[in-house]
């Protein structure tokens, strides 16, 4: 008897030993599930923080381009306003000022001069005008089947005289085939010479200035390259430098609206501009439009 009494003792004590680990391991799995469960909610709630920092981020980007959107368009508006305003003036002045040079003796140098410096600001009024003119209307002429090489050699020679101020002879490297596009021959000519006045200018007062014209075809489009060896732009700069009214120009000649032009012109024919620069090193600016096929041939 006192040896079943004992062994009953001993297995319950064994049922129970057992039945008491069963339990603390059973604590212990859902210990380990409720730690992985609180690992993973703060990983998804440190997401939910980022994206929605993230997202503040992005509000107050877009906000700001909104805000800015609004300033430059009431600033073109202005501009609209005041171009109409002062060019019937402008060219009044210039007229009266040319009749007075003719009226005046050939030995009153002095006055001359005078006159002329006078109309000479005049005209750089007027071409200020013109150019906000050419920034705030939208210009819808039809297209035509041209050959780009015509508008960029015109643009080369009407760009000479400054290139020969300067002591530059800009090099040109282009195909030997015709590059037909779909575009205005006129207004490709207008970004071909702002894209060689902006080279030329900054090669300027540069040691060795060269400026080089590309036009080649890469994955079917016609791709023109304006490089040239001044200062570059600084890095900070470089978003901005396509902005209408924004100009690195110390001197306060340019006004900020040749490459916004530019971009403005090339977008209605469905080309881009890349602008790409290293302070010190240049800057390269790239004009990508796409070719078009006509059994008629291209414009010359």
């Given at each position: 008897m ?6 009953l003792?001993?297995?319950?004590g ?9 339990i ?7 210990s ?29 980007a877009?906000?700001?381009?909104l805000i800015?959107t ?7 508006r ?17 007229a ?13 140098t ?13 005209r ?6 013109r ?14 089947l041209?050959?780009?090489?015509a508008?960029?050699?015109s643009?080369l ?54 400026v ?52 403005a ?29 006509s ?6």
């Amino acid at each position: 008897m006192l040896a079943v009494i004992a062994t009953l003792v001993i297995a319950a004590g064994l049922k129970a030993w057992e039945q008491r680990r069963q339990i603390v391991a059973l604590r212990l799995l859902q210990s380990e599930k409720l730690e992985a469960m609180v690992i993973a909610r703060t990983s998804d709630l440190a997401r939910e923080v980022d994206a929605r920092i993230q997202a503040e981020a992005v509000l107050r980007a877009t906000q700001e381009a909104l805000i800015h959107t609004e300033k430059m368009a009431a600033l073109g508006r202005m501009s609209a306003a005041i171009v109409h305003e002062i060019s019937q003036p402008l060219a009044a002045m210039e007229a009266t000022l040319a009749a007075a040079e003719i009226g005046l003796t050939a030995t009153d140098t002095a006055t001359t001069t005078r006159l002329g410096t006078a109309r000479g600001l005049i005209r750089r009024m007027q071409r200020t005008t013109r150019h906000l003119k050419s920034f705030g209307r939208k210009e819808t002429g039809e297209l035509s089947l041209i050959d780009m090489r015509a508008p960029v050699v015109s643009a080369l020679e009407m760009v000479a005289p400054r290139a020969r101020a300067i002591g530059v002879i800009p090099e040109i490297h282009q195909s030997e085939t015709p590059l037909p596009i779909l575009a205005g021959s006129v207004r490709i000519e207008q970004v071909v010479v702002n894209l060689l006045l902006n080279a030329l200018d900054a090669v300027a007062d540069t040691p060795d200035a060269h400026v080089s014209v590309t036009l080649a075809v890469t994955d079917g489009q016609a791709r023109l390259c304006v490089r040239d060896n001044g200062p570059g732009i600084d890095q900070s700069d470089l978003p901005r430098v396509a902005e209408p009214f924004f100009s690195t120009k110390l001197t306060g000649e340019g006004l900020g609206l040749g490459l916004a032009i530019c971009k403005a012109i090339l977008a209605d024919f469905n080309g881009t501009l890349d602008i790409g620069s290293h302070e010190g090193q240049g800057a390269q600016l790239t004009v990508c439009l796409p070719l078009a096929k006509s059994p008629k041939g291209p414009t010359p």
